[in-house]
């Protein structure tokens, strides 16, 4: 609860500086007294989430911005750092990269297929695409009965809400990078 209450007084103090707001005016804004928008921004005080609700309500920002660690500007993601599944007998390695946030509505995966490895992957929900990018060797995707051959360098894009699969026919391992996108 106190590293909950530490983000939150950084985010709500890097807010109204944002927003070039006084305390006073916060509290006017938000309908919480100034002594408690003091006490919050310092750490010193644990708000019930009616008071954040208020909070975000008055300032007009979301509930979650409040509460949740700001994303960095820049993130370096190393290989090593990222825990790689694997499928078919380890032939099909997947390294999700950046995960699914729902404020992006997508996750980017770095994916290695070894000679004969595949994958079959169920129908996603409507509207969802992949983006495919193929850097090495030769990837046969097949879409909704359809066959498509992606060699190094190429990519295609799909909507991914029907049955797919990903085969590496070759003698040469792909590796190919894949984004994921849900809609709302």
Same mark, same amino acid.
């Given at each position: 609860?106190?590293?909950?209450?530490?983000?939150?007084?950084?985010?709500?103090?890097? *807010?109204?500086?944002?927003?070039?707001?006084?305390? +006073? =005016?916060?509290? !006017?804004?938000?309908? #919480?007294?100034?002594?408690?928008? @003091?006490?919050?921004?310092?750490?010193?005080?644990?708000?019930?989430?009616?008071?954040?609700?208020?909070?975000?309500?008055?300032?007009?920002?979301?509930?979650?911005?409040?509460?949740?660690?700001?994303?960095?500007?820049?993130?370096?993601?190393?290989?090593?750092?990222?825990?790689?599944?694997?499928?078919?007998?380890?032939?099909?390695? *997947?390294?999700?990269?950046?995960?699914?946030?729902? +404020? =992006?509505?997508? !996750?980017?995966?770095? #994916?290695?297929?070894?000679?004969? @490895?595949?994958?079959?992957?169920?129908?996603?929900?409507?509207?969802?695409?992949?983006?495919?990018?193929?850097?090495?060797?030769?990837?046969?995707?097949?879409?909704?009965?359809?066959?498509?051959?992606?060699?190094?360098?190429?990519?295609?894009?799909?909507?991914?809400?029907?049955?797919?699969?990903?085969?590496?026919?070759?003698?040469?391992?792909?590796?190919?990078?894949?984004?994921?996108?849900?809609?709302?």
């Amino acid at each position: 609860m106190e590293e909950l209450n530490l983000v939150l007084a950084k985010n709500l103090k890097t *807010i109204r500086e944002q927003k070039k707001l006084s305390l +006073e =005016r916060v509290a !006017e804004l938000t309908g #919480v007294s100034k002594t408690m928008i @003091g006490q919050i921004e310092r750490g010193g005080s644990s708000p019930t989430i009616t008071t954040v609700w208020k909070i975000a309500n008055g300032l007009k920002v979301s509930f979650s911005s409040l509460i949740h660690e700001p994303q960095p500007d820049t993130e370096v993601v190393t290989k090593s750092s990222v825990n790689m599944l694997s499928i078919d007998n380890g032939r099909y390695r *997947i390294f999700p990269y950046f995960p699914f946030d729902d +404020e =992006r509505r997508f !996750e980017v995966y770095r #994916v290695e297929i070894d000679p004969e @490895g595949y994958l079959d992957s169920e129908s996603h929900n409507p509207g969802t695409e992949e983006f495919v990018t193929v850097f090495d060797g030769e990837l046969t995707i097949q879409i909704k009965q359809q066959e498509h051959t992606i060699k190094a360098g190429d990519s295609i894009r799909f909507k991914a809400d029907g049955p797919h699969s990903y085969h590496n026919s070759g003698d040469k391992p792909v590796r190919l990078s894949m984004v994921i996108y849900y809609p709302e």
